[in-house]
């Protein structure tokens, strides 16, 4: 298995291609890009807000070349406006259309409210993990969020993440989250599931 590392900041541009090429047949995006010619251009300038976040103020950790990648945010104040605005996100809807970026806005405002009233106390936030889809199906995502949640189990806190891939439920439940609550992402928009997993605590060593 390749090594698990924290992402180089000059790989960001291959992090991002990775991002669109993992979710771009994603319900939620296929929802908020429907023309599938200009899906790709859009996934990229959207998924490398979110890697710039967490280079910036959280943890992103990545293999084989970047071609899987985890972003997590650390218990804190979580993700906030003006650190995205400092990771690009004001470029966004020239990029992507207003109207797209408007849907994916009122998504993220749904699922945030869910956020914040599902798990109020100190977590680890796994924002997104993607595989590019030649490595998928080969345990390279379940090594990347496991190493993850090692690193959340040091720290005692409990993780959340998001996801509007009903696939993806069974995968996240196999590493111990557990579905918290689900919505709708708007008029039309797919459902989404909120998930949480408790902290593992390393059992008592025996001599």
């Known amino acids: 298995m390749t090594a698990i590392e924290l992402l180089r900041r000059d790989a960001i541009d291959t992090a991002a291609v990775t991002l669109e090429r993992a979710f771009f047949a994603d319900p939620m995006f296929a929802w908020i890009f429907p023309d599938p010619a200009t899906r790709p251009a ?3 300038r959207l998924n490398r807000v979110p890697v710039e976040y967490g280079l910036r103020y959280g943890r992103v950790t990545a293999s ?3 071609k899987a990648v985890s972003v997590w945010v650390p218990p804190g104040p979580g993700i906030t406006i003006p650190r995205m605005i400092r990771s690009g996100l004001l470029g966004v809807p020239f990029r992507t259309g207003f109207g797209p970026f408007a849907k994916f806005m009122d998504a993220n405002d749904t699922m945030d409210k869910i956020h914040k009233k599902r798990i109020p106390e100190p ?56 579905v918290l609550e689900t919505a709708t992402l708007g008029a039309g928009g797919p459902p989404a599931w909120a998930m949480r997993r408790e902290v593992k605590l390393s059992g008592p060593t025996t001599a």
């Open 42 to 44: 859009a996934l990229r």
């Open 64 to 66: 084989h070349d970047a």
């Open 123 to 178: 977590h680890w936030y796994l924002v997104v993990v993607g595989v590019d889809p030649a490595l998928q199906k080969r345990g390279v995502g379940s090594a990347l969020v496991k190493e993850g949640l090692a690193h959340a189990d040091e720290s005692g806190c409990p993780c959340y993440l998001e996801t509007s891939e009903e696939r993806n439920l069974a995968f996240y439940e196999r590493l111990g989250f557990a």
